[in-house]
């Protein structure tokens, strides 16, 4: 079975905070995508990777950035966290065009 | 137009119906069409993915793929009070490059009453 895991269910984290949102897969897959997903707005792109080290801006990368450093783990950053930021952050990873997801992580920023 | 359509609903069918679900995609080079069940809080699950024309069965689950009228459809058979979730449809685009990015519906949300 496919496992992708998030470092947290619920984070709050304040306005200017940097915040780190890490997400993990464990069947060497080369593409690694984060959403954030709002009520009425669907699934919306932040930032995706096709390989390590590489990455390529989604359609809301404003306020973000990534990392990625080894193959397995991909990493999304608030600089300074804001609270339109506010949402839930899903991970996901895929061999081809399958998408997996992790279980999310709802942030809130005060 | 936006690139994949659905029927935001609610759809609502009582318990042992059948519920069709519908999604319209703008991209007629698309290839790659899936299916996802996404409960209230939780994260999306893979429930189908379909790549030809026609039907594909899957237990109480069946995609139907049209790509001449760009539309591709789950029917969920017997349907249980368990099915009650809103369901994403998700189409592939081919960009240049090595990618592998989807693009998603807004999702319809059914509700299958007791």
């Known amino acids: 079975d496919v496992k992708v895991t998030q470092s947290s269910r619920y984070l709050v984290k304040r306005t200017g905070e940097k915040v780190f949102l890490e997400c993990v897969q464990d069947?060497?897959?080369?593409?690694m995508f984060w959403y954030r997903q709002d009520p009425g707005l669907g699934l919306r792109l932040i930032y995706f990777?096709?390989?390590?080290?590489?990455?390529e801006k989604g359609d809301i990368p404003e306020g973000y950035s990534v990392s990625r450093e080894k193959k397995e783990r991909f990493s999304l950053i608030l600089e300074s966290a804001s609270t339109n930021q506010t949402s839930m952050y899903l991970c996901?990873?895929?061999?081809?065009?399958?998408?997996?997801f992790g279980p999310g992580t709802r942030l809130t920023v005060l | 137009q936006k690139e994949v359509e659905q029927n935001s609903g609610p759809l609502s069918v009582p318990e042992g119906a059948i519920a069709s679900l519908n999604c319209t995609y703008s991209?007629?080079?698309?290839?790659?069409f899936f299916w996802y069940r996404q409960y209230s809080g939780k994260s999306p699950e893979l429930i189908m993915s379909?790549?030809s024309n026609g039907d594909k069965e899957d237990g109480r689950f069946t995609a139907q793929l049209n790509k001449a009228s760009q539309y591709v459809s789950l029917l969920i058979r017997d349907s249980q009070p368990s099915d009650s979730a809103t369901y994403l449809c998700?189409?592939?685009?081919?960009?240049?490059?090595?990618?592998?990015?989807?693009?998603w519906g807004l999702g319809t949300s059914l509700a299958v009453n007791p």
């Open positions: 996901a990873s895929s061999l081809s065009y399958t998408q997996y």
């Open positions: 069947m060497d897959h080369e593409n």
């Open positions: 990777s096709y390989d390590v080290k590489m990455k």
């Open positions: 991209d007629r080079v698309s290839q790659s």
């Open positions: 379909i790549y």
């Open positions: 998700a189409v592939n685009i081919l960009n240049a490059g090595n990618n592998r990015k989807l693009i």
